[in-house]
């Protein structure tokens, strides 16, 4: 019995001891750094026939963020072959949902966003150059990843979208319902992936 009871006590003070010494472990182990900016390119964005760009600033203290992202329209895959020429901006204000991590660019978020799409492209009927020239409004749902100073974006979302629309429906950023043999030129449709570096 003594024998037992010396046993359980040595066993007690061994796992205190380790237990202590993870903690410390824990505590002096360096944290990551909490970036607050990333720079990001839409993942396969020139096989569409644009390079699309993005910067991305975190506000902390309230887990939100704002975004900005450009692109040029040709400089990229022309996948429908009608010379387009132009550019979109688009600005998006997410807001993060509660992350167990604490880093401020990591997580679910929902954001709406506002787009805008200007381009001349060679009009298949006409055969002469028209300019698509639309907006859309729009509420986005995502998760962004954080791994060191790698980032990853996924999203989607939808929205309503207004101007002259292209004769494709893609407007190098949002893509017009055309689904079910249904055609809405007020539907925009929107999805990505972004690839990055947080600084």
């Not at 903690?23 to 360096?30: I, Q, Y």
């Not at 990591?106 to 055969?127: D, I």
Request: with cysteine; aromatic share 18%.
């Amino acid at each position: 019995m003594k024998l037992y009871l010396r046993f359980t006590l040595v066993l007690i003070m061994l796992l205190s001891a380790a237990s202590v010494r993870a903690e410390r472990n824990e505590l002096e182990k360096p944290q990551s750094p909490d970036y607050l900016n990333s720079v990001k390119i839409t993942f396969l964005s020139w096989i569409t026939g644009s390079t699309k760009i993005s910067y991305e600033r975190a506000f902390p203290k309230i887990r939100q963020s704002g975004e900005i992202c450009g692109s040029l329209i040709c400089a990229g895959y022309d996948r429908y072959r009608n010379r387009p020429l132009g550019f979109t901006v688009r600005y998006g204000h997410k807001f993060f949902l509660p992350d167990r991590d604490g880093l401020s660019l990591k997580g679910f978020y929902l954001r709406p966003e506002l787009m805008y799409s200007h381009y001349y492209y060679s009009h298949s009927v006409t055969h002469g150059r028209s300019l698509a020239s639309m907006g859309a409004l729009m509420g986005t749902v995502g998760y962004q990843y954080v791994y060191k100073r790698f980032l990853a974006d996924f999203w989607a979302g939808g929205g309503y979208a207004f101007g002259d629309p292209a004769e494709t429906g893609y407007h190098h950023g949002f893509k017009l319902w055309n689904w079910f043999g249904t055609y809405n030129p007020n539907i925009a449709l929107s999805f990505s992936v972004r690839l990055g570096i947080c600084f």
